[in-house]
Structures are given as C-alpha cells and as structure tokens.
Nanobody, 127 residues
Framework: QVQLVESGGGLAQPGGSLRLSCAAS????????IGWFRQAPGKEREGVSC????????YYTDSVKGRFTISRDNAKNTVYLQMNGLKPEDTAVYYC????????????????????WGQGTQVTVSS
C-alpha cells in the first residue's frame, strides 16, 4: 500500500521545538519532491516548506524562515521538518505530500502539484 505517514506532532510551548517526520511506505522517496503544508482551523491550506529530489533546493514560507528546516534521508525513506522557535500561530495540522519528478533540483509550491498526501499530524503551540 502506497502511503505517507506523518509523525512527531504534539503540544509544544512557545519557543519550543518539534521534529515532524514523513515516512513513505510502498514506494521510494528517491524520485519525489516533498512538500510540507499546514492548515489551521478556518484557514486555507498553506505551503510551509518544500524540498527537491536532490535536497539541494528548498523553500520556506516567510513566516517560518530561520525557524524551520526541511531535510530528507532517502536511505530511511523519510523527510523531516525541524521546527524551532515555535509560535502559537504555528498551530495547525501539518501534512506532507510527494510528487514524482525527473527534475532533481526543483520544488513545487502548489498543493495541486502533489500526487500523494499523508493523513496529517496536529501541532499545537500553547503555554
């Protein structure tokens, strides 16, 4: 069964850290660009960070620059989102998504570009 599974969400205090993982099963992430998206209640889904197949190109939305880091470990078939300096406005359900591509150094910002989505993991930042 082809699926993406997110983990690592939970409750964090403002200024705290969480590391989200996106593990693929049933397929290899080697040829997939990955995106992390989030959706807060009453808001549209927002692109948070994306990474290319090679890992050499990445994107961060302005609100998380300098605080979040995306990385990939193809040997473990997993992509990570390290979130530091968490703020209450980071509270949302976080989703990872994958799109197969032969272009190794591009990432994709539009949710419609992605073929596979995980079920999401809740991140709550509160004191």
């Amino acid at each position: 069964q082809v699926q993406l599974v997110e983990s690592g969400g939970g409750l964090a205090q403002p200024g705290g850290s969480l590391r989200l993982s996106c593990a693929a099963s049933g397929f290899a992430l080697t040829n997939y660009a990955i995106g992390w998206f989030r959706q807060a209640p009453g808001k549209e889904r927002e692109g948070v960070s994306c990474i290319s197949v090679s890992g050499g190109a990445s994107y961060y939305t302005d609100s998380v620059k300098g605080r979040f880091t995306i990385s990939r470990d193809n040997a473990k078939n997993t992509v990570y989102l390290q979130m530091n300096g968490l703020k209450p406005e980071d509270t949302a359900v976080y989703y990872c998504a994958a799109v197969r591509t032969i272009i190794r150094n591009v990432y994709y910002l539009q949710p419609s570009a992605y073929n596979f989505w995980g079920q999401g993991t809740q991140v709550t930042v509160s004191s």
